[in-house]
Nanobody, 121 residues
């Protein structure tokens, strides 16, 4: 089993910053693509950003130039640096981690429970 834990959420004023963390633990041989998502009440889940095992990143248009995704494979972690936060960024943020649990094993997506981000004045 693999556990995914997000942290770093909180309440900030518009224009503020937060850094979210996503840490994987358990039976892990290798980590592949990691992605961040968010979901606000009454809205569909949105993909925010992703980073491949090779470090290639991609972003949704609504966060480009404000958010930065990164990873630290030695610590089985990924991060989402969020700057210039806006009220519309308020949502539950969570990550997914593609994990191979053995050599040449099938890559399985594991999900965390999320961390709440609230942006208001």
């Amino acid at each position: 089993q693999v556990d995914i834990t997000e942290s770093g959420g909180g309440s900030v004023q518009p224009g503020g910053s937060l850094r979210l963390s996503c840490v994987a633990s358990g039976r892990i041989f290798s980590i592949h693509t990691i992605a961040w998502y968010r979901q606000a009440p009454g809205r569909d889940r949105e993909t925010i950003a992703a980073i491949t095992r090779g470090g290639v990143t991609s972003y949704a248009a609504f966060v480009k130039d404000r958010f930065t995704i990164s990873r630290d494979d030695a610590n089985k972690a990924a991060y989402l640096q969020m700057n210039n936060l806006k009220p519309e960024d308020t949502a539950l943020y969570y990550c997914s981690v593609e994990v191979a649990q053995e050599f040449q094993g099938v890559e399985i997506n594991f999900w965390g429970q999320g961390t709440q981000v609230t942006v208001s004045s």
